[in-house]
């Protein structure tokens, strides 16, 4: 049944539609959506945006992005109607921005798992994986000014549907249908993540360890693999076991626990 609530304009009817539905539990990120058919990037958009003063809870979405990216400035595919392509405005305290991710990782995690049934998996610090195919990604970049974080912009990537990807792409990614096997409603998965998103964010400042408890939870698929990462230019390896209460990677070692927090983290097969 439709909602006779009012939507934001140029919005998809489907994505206005869920919107409306899901109505105060969007929080600010149900009052200032802005759609673009097609966009380099939505964090581009975004950061634009943030700098140019737009309140947090600004929400970018796309149909496509020409040059959507994750971690590091590598490509992220984005066909046009494939998948949900968004970022948000947010102004965290300081003692929230490395919790960002993780946080972002939870809410993606639950807001897919309410909206279609897919549990999906998270892989430290910012994938969604299932049955060892990638499916979602979050990228989180911060403006600086006067020496802190002026905001931060979190861009999340969602594949939906099954699409023509390049073949380096597609050998490791999969999406919410394929997963399924059935349609999923794209209104719905966009309403239901940002849901889940303004629950978790705005308890970030109290709930730090429950949130770490739940990403722990959604990833209990991909600990207990082997790992390397490169530290002072040594490349080390041990066993991904956990996070500890600030996000950090708990990887165990043949010298003990070691914590990792930057760079490029190689999940091996297990």
């Given amino acids: ?30 009052a200032g959506v802005i759609w673009r058919a097609e966009v380099t990037s939505t964090n581009d958009v975004a950061s634009g945006l943030a700098e140019a003063g737009a309140r947090e ?55 897919v798992l309410a909206a279609t049934g897919l549990r999906v998996a998270l892989k430290w ?25 002026q905001h931060v912009v979190l861009g999340v990537g969602l594949n939906l549907r ?9 050998v490791l990614a999969t999406s919410v249908e394929d997963e399924l096997g059935r349609p999923v409603e794209r209104g719905l998965v966009v309403a239901e993540c940002l849901a889940a998103l303004w629950s978790r964010y705005r308890s970030l400042a109290d709930e730090g360890r429950a949130i770490a408890a739940a990403w722990r939870d959604f990833a209990a698929p991909m600990l207990g693999r082997p790992v390397e990462w490169e530290e002072r230019t040594v ?6 076991e956990s996070i500890d209460d600030s996000g950090a990677l708990l990887v165990r070692t043949a010298t003990g626990v070691a914590r990792v927090t930057t760079g490029t983290v190689r999940w091996m097969a297990p």
């Fill in 57 to 111: 809870g600004t929400v970018v979405l796309a149909d496509m992005q020409t040059a959507g990216r994750g971690r590091e400035r590598r490509a992220w595919a984005s066909p046009a109607g494939a998948g949900v392509y968004l970022s948000v405005v947010l102004r965290p305290a300081a003692a929230a921005v490395p919790l960002l991710t993780i946080t972002a990782g939870v809410a993606m995690a639950e807001g």
């Fill in 125 to 149: 610090p910012n994938d969604l994986w299932t049955r060892d195919r990638k499916i979602g990604g979050i990228l989180a970049e911060a403006g600086t000014g006067g020496g802190r974080v």
């Fill in 162 to 170: 099954r699409a023509a990807y390049p073949p380096d792409v597609a």
């Fill in 235 to 240: 490349v080390r390896r041990g066993t991904a």
């Fill in 1 to 30: 049944m439709r909602s006779n609530l009012p939507s934001p304009a140029g919005l998809p009817a489907d994505v206005a539609e869920a919107l409306a539905l899901a109505g105060p539990r969007l929080g600010p990120f149900g």
